[in-house]
């Protein structure tokens, strides 16, 4: 079909197209002669070619712009639009990040704000913005924690203690970090085992990271007693926030007793999370770890803003002060969010949440029955008589226009189906997605083969994963 040809396909000598914010012969004077070139082999082609071919191109890609993305663990909510605007104003697009700050006052005081809005979500005292991903952040604060206890002496403390159930960044981050990885096992509710935590414990453990609610959706209820045995043990708790969607103005992980936090505003404060990036996973501490933070800092000193590097900082992280084009969307988001209506966010995503638990426990295997925060994990199909798997399943989705949630994570459900519907989705989408998913599971007894071979619909069909993510085809042809 003439539109599923790619741009270079359809060119033809002597089209053209016209952009009239690209002015040619003012980058021809402003590149040195050497470095411009007369001969490249670019389509020729008309600006509706160019309009057709993008829209095509983007048509085969998925979005949430598209279509409900239930992505268990990823917060794939909508990102209104107007955060986007917000980031594309020219004040701060075109300003470098070497500007001398007397002429930066604006995007320092941005950046403040940042750090002042997500320390009073955080029940922390402050936040840098320097780390570029949730991961980054979990390192930082790994790099945080350590150092603190270099800074009291006390050396012996080389082990991070991870859940079964964690993120498989908690282990790795505390791996690159340089710790020995402890593993404290779930019990048959799905929560930390106190009493294994108990039993791991020793004068070594230097800390434990734990996301609240956990990763099968539930909350850590004994949080409080988990965090008395850390704080009595000389440790300290490291908060994964990538969860903290239900939580937003119910709780805060400072009273809970964690020491150091890291958010994924990518995932909680609007900007579309997944392809990559950008990110950004800002790490927030408490009092006593304020000097540990990394450089710089922004403080306000009168109506003057300045960054400041903390006496024990871990140092920089990264180029520059993180990723502020992202700052900007949270801060966007935040107020025109409003204090008032955080709340509402973790409620809905809650309450969607168990909608759906609710709605398809007939057909799909409840791993734990008790009320679930803003994800629901099932174990796949309840029957299992039918060979289907949850692969199967989250294929078979796609010809339904519907993202499939996670699968296969959390590692502690052998046959995961992981759904977060955020709350950004209506009841409408959600009953069309429960409706999807209970005539799967007809089909899965009545027809298994229209499963296996899904899916249907889709630009490609089923693919080797493993060889589609290590030998990806990016180029259209050999150049
Ligand atoms: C629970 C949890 N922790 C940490 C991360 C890592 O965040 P990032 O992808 O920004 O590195 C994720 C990512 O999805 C996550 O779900």
């Given at each position: 079909m003439l539109y599923d040809k790619l741009i270079f396909e359809i060119s033809q000598k002597g089209r053209i197209a016209h952009d009239l914010k690209v002015e040619t012969n003012n980058l021809k004077k402003a590149l040195p002669k050497h470095l411009q070139r007369n001969n490249l082999d670019l389509p020729e082609?008309?600006?509706l070619d160019v309009v057709r071919h993008y829209t095509n191109v983007s048509l085969k890609n998925f979005s949430v712009d598209k279509g409900f993305y239930p992505l268990g663990s990823c917060t794939m909510k909508y990102n209104p639009k107007i955060n986007e605007q917000m980031a594309n104003l020219e004040g701060f697009v075109n300003q470098h990040p070497l500007t001398p700050i007397k002429a930066?006052?604006?995007s320092l005081k941005l950046m403040y704000e940042a750090d002042r809005m997500i320390s009073e979500i955080t029940g922390m005292d402050k936040v840098g913005l320097a780390p570029f991903a949730g991961a980054h952040g979990e390192l930082i604060g790994l790099y945080i924690i350590k150092k603190y206890h270099e800074v009291n002496g006390d050396f012996k403390r080389t082990k991070i203690i991870v859940p079964d159930s964690a993120h498989g960044t908690n282990p790795a981050s505390a791996s690159v970090a340089?710790?020995?990885?402890?593993?404290?096992?779930s019990n048959e509710n799905g929560l930390v085992n106190v009493e294994h935590l108990k039993e791991i414990l020793t004068d070594e453990v230097a800390g434990i990271m734990l996301t609240n609610p956990n990763t099968v959706g539930l909350f850590e209820k004994d949080i409080l007693k988990m965090s008395e045995l850390i704080h009595e043990n000389g440790g300290l708790l490291y908060y994964d926030g990538a969860n903290l969607n239900p939580l937003l103005g119910k709780g805060k992980p400072g009273m809970m007793g964690f020491d150091i936090i890291h958010l994924n505003v990518h995932k909680t404060f609007s900007t579309p999370h997944?392809?990559?990036?950008?990110?950004?996973g800002p790490v927030g501490v408490v009092k006593e770890l304020r000097d540990f933070l990394p450089g710089p800092i922004v403080e306000k000193d009168g109506n003057e803003y300045k960054f400041v590097y903390p006496k024990h900082s871990i140092g920089r992280v990264g180029n520059f002060y993180g990723n502020f084009g992202v700052y900007i969307k949270t801060v966007s988001y935040l107020k025109t969010l409003g204090k008032n209506n955080l709340e509402k966010v973790g409620q809905l995503a809650v309450l969607n949440a168990n909608y759906l638990k609710e709605s398809l426990k007939?057909?799909?295997k409840l791993v734990y029955p008790q009320a679930c925060m803003h994800e629901v994990v099932f174990d796949g199909l309840k029957d299992k008589s039918t060979g289907i798997k949850t692969l199967d399943v989250a294929k078979r989705l796609l010809d339904f226009n519907v993202h499939p949630p996670t699968i296969y994570f959390p590692l502690v459900v052998s046959e995961a189906l992981m759904m977060e519907p955020t709350e950004t989705e209506s009841k409408e989408t959600l009953d069309?997605?429960?409706?999807v998913l209970k005539q799967i599971a007809k089909e899965a007894k009545e027809n298994p083969d229209i499963l296996r071979e899904a899916p249907h619909t889709t630009p490609v069909r089923r693919l080797d994963e493993v060889t589609a993510a290590r030998e990806p085809k990016l180029k259209f042809k050999d150049l």
């Open positions: 082609v008309t600006e930066s006052q604006g340089g710790f020995e990885v402890i593993e404290v096992k997944g392809g990559g990036g950008p990110g950004a007939d057909d799909y069309h997605y429960i409706k």
